[in-house]
């Protein structure tokens, strides 16, 4: 069975309606048609250059390689892949359903197929680089097969979401039906490569350094619990002179391989009342669980959450006023690149 990458919009908007409904849609504007009226490739190229609007012919191919398969390649127990661009993680189902186009749908949901999500919020740092390039397309929809992808994929499954020993290639070939580089999200790949940079080097206590570092950069002074039990504190930190001003932070870090649940998040909420902190941060590398994120309107005013994405967001944005020791651990180089607007 093919494993098909599908992308929730260009910013993730459609992710949850994606989780929340139990399908892939293919979320192409305007497109109120059935699908299974075009019987070869060719015929819905030629309509999206003469009647859809895409103008020349390079676009033309490009959007009927990603609108086609939805409805005449996919087959029922062939794997999806949703990377999440609300998160650092990757979300993984099984079409249960045939391609349905439903006219009464509001745009642009007219187009979709039955998944049933078996395995949610997996970290991204979990894959190998080279799957993770894959799943950088910009394309909307296409076949990840690239570096025997599916079975690597699949393997994955079998042991827990957890790469095996031996299996990761660290070349990126050229195979038909993927794509040339020009595809492909060199943001998203760089941020993968950064992740597994921090993962090597700072795994466990050593995150709580980058997370004060972040804090210091940001103009806090702060106070790191040395390792061992933190009894619910990893760092305290507060602004002004001498570290007495406000705010005054209560910060909790983790970096297991397993989502943070609410007990973690009640812990700190208690452990902030303790230390008489205005505000607490709960850090985890791994990503939250539902339960915690449903109580982020009730948390609003007192806690922030900060998962990998957070984290390397933050120190991107503050890279320049790190120290220099954790500069020399994290070498990192801006790169400009001219980006061009257009369909993804």
């Given at each position: 069975m093919a494993i098909w990458l599908f992308r929730a919009g260009s910013s993730g908007e459609y992710e949850n309606k994606f989780l929340e409904d139990n399908r892939v849609y293919l979320t192409w504007e305007e497109l109120k048609l059935d699908l299974t009226k075009f019987k070869s490739k060719k015929d819905l190229y030629n309509y999206l250059l003469e009647d859809y609007g895409a103008e020349i012919p390079g676009r033309a191919r490009n959007w009927a390689s990603q609108i086609w398969p939805i409805a005449h390649e996919i087959k029922i127990g062939d794997w999806i892949v949703l990377p999440s661009k609300m998160k650092a993680s990757v979300h993984i189902g099984e079409i249960t359903g045939e391609y349905v186009f439903d006219k009464k749908q509001e745009d642009p949901?007219?187009?979709?197929?039955a998944v049933r999500w078996f395995a949610t919020d997996i970290p991204r740092v979990n894959f190998d680089q080279d799957?993770?390039?894959?799943?950088?397309?910009?394309m909307t929809v296409c076949r990840i097969s690239r570096n025997d992808a599916e079975n690597r994929i699949r393997e994955m499954g079998k042991n827990k979401w957890m790469p095996k020993e031996g299996m990761e290639i660290n070349r990126i070939q050229d195979v038909e039906d993927e794509l040339s580089q020009d595809g492909i999200d060199f943001e998203q790949y760089a941020m993968d490569h950064i992740a597994k940079h921090l993962m090597r080097k700072f795994k466990g206590h050593g995150m709580a350094r980058i997370v004060e570092a972040i804090l210091k950069a940001k103009g806090?002074?702060?106070?790191?619990?040395?390792?061992?039990?933190?009894?619910g504190v990893d760092i305290l930190a507060s602004q002004g002179p001498l570290g007495f001003g406000s705010p005054k932070l209560c910060i909790q870090v983790k970096t297991t391989d397993a989502q943070v649940d609410r007990p973690i998040l009640d812990q700190l909420v208690g452990t902030m009342h303790n230390y008489k902190a205005d505000h607490g941060l709960l850090v985890s590398w791994s990503g939250f669980k539902s339960s915690v994120y449903k109580e982020i309107p009730s948390?609003?005013?007192?806690?922030r959450l900060w998962d990998q994405k957070e984290i390397i967001n933050e120190l991107l944005e503050n890279y320049e006023k790190l120290d220099d020791e954790i500069k020399a651990e994290i070498p990192l180089k801006r790169i400009w690149t001219l980006t061009f607007p257009g369909r993804e």
């Open positions: 949901y007219f187009h979709y197929r799957i993770l390039y894959s799943f950088g397309a910009f806090y002074v702060t106070y790191r619990s040395p390792e061992g039990p933190d009894k948390q609003f005013f007192n806690v």
